[in-house]
């Protein structure tokens, strides 16, 4: 394993490059850095579906800055991670719930024996989504968790009920590998910058895109009717008014105001429900904020030094850090949630 580079896009610091075998036993590909400094903690960065450890390379950077040490790895079926399909363009998982198995790998063999304490998530859109149900399960490793768009419910479908009704059919009939219809191995990263859904900056843009030409097959196409199927069974757990309720850990949700793939209305009726946590409303971010025009990003990392790493008392530091927190939004210009974001299709999801 390598990391695959482009000029854009150096490795920053001197990283270690590993693998971890899963307990399922996939081998997945992840990294380690050390800041010059002594380190404040670890901060451990989930991705999202189709990234992989190059597209963080700038976040590495800027965190090392910050005095942290950082892991950061690639989930299984994407990046340069082990598949469980032939064809390795395709976004695929049998189940949600496997991506346990890369987080325990990740604590087991990285976190816990290597990684100075305290550790903290930084987690995107999927990543997101599997650390807060980590942090409900309560075996999540990290002291606090800062997510960016966090996969709480889709609106990038028209109809998320007559969605995961296909799904789950097409699934049943046996089609789970397969595309979901109308996708294919194209990474959408790859995609042409006008009308893309991730992120206003078309800087950053070029560069993601060739890196994920120069990746090739680890920046995956679409997801398969099996990922998807999945995906719905674990966000429709979001949904229950109970389950937020029951999450502990000190969390920062970061939503993104004119984000077209994850329902911004949907994160925050979620995070109103958290006992420790918040969340703010970046406006004018789209989907992938840590990919975003300076403005917005310095939106973001005001919000994450108000929060990480925080007091040693965790409800203390949750108060007094959050009201913090609540001042970065107020620096731009204009309201929280677009109005065409603000009327996503997003009620099935949360209904249902």
Known sequence: MEFITTPDNPVPGEPKLVSVTTRDGLTLRAATWMPETEPQGTVCILQGRAEFIEKY????????????????????????????VSNPRKGHVRRFADFRHDLEAI????????MPQPHFGLAHSM?????????????????RLVTTTPMIA?????????????????????????????GGE??????????????????????NADAAHAIRAGAVGAPTVAWLDSAFRFMKRFADPRYAVKIRLPTLIVAAGADPVCATPATERFAARLKAGSVIVIPGARHEMLMERDVIREQFWAAFDAFIPGT????????????????????????????AVARSHDASAVSS
């Open 57 to 84: 390379f700038e976040v590495v950077g800027e965190l090392l800055d910050r005095g942290f040490a950082v892991v950061a790895f690639d989930w299984r079926g994407q990046g340069l991670s082990e598949r469980q």
């Open 107 to 114: 604590r087991d063999q990285i976190l816990v024996p290597h």
């Open 127 to 143: 990543g997101g989504a599997i650390a807060l149900n980590a942090a409900y399960e309560t075996w999540l490793p990290f002291r």
């Open 154 to 182: 889709l609106c990038i479908v028209k109809s998320t009920r007559t969605s995961a009704f296909l799904a789950r059919v097409l699934r049943f009939l046996g089609m789970g590998k397969m595309f979901v219809p109308g």
């Open 186 to 207: 194209t990474s959408v990263s790859t995609m042409p910058f006008k009308g893309n859904r991730l992120t206003s900056d078309p800087v950053r843009y070029a560069r």
């Open 312 to 339: 040693p008392d965790p409800e203390v530091g949750a108060k007094r850090n959050l009201a913090a927190v609540g001042l970065a939004a107020e620096q731009l210009d204009g309201g929280g949630v677009d109005p």
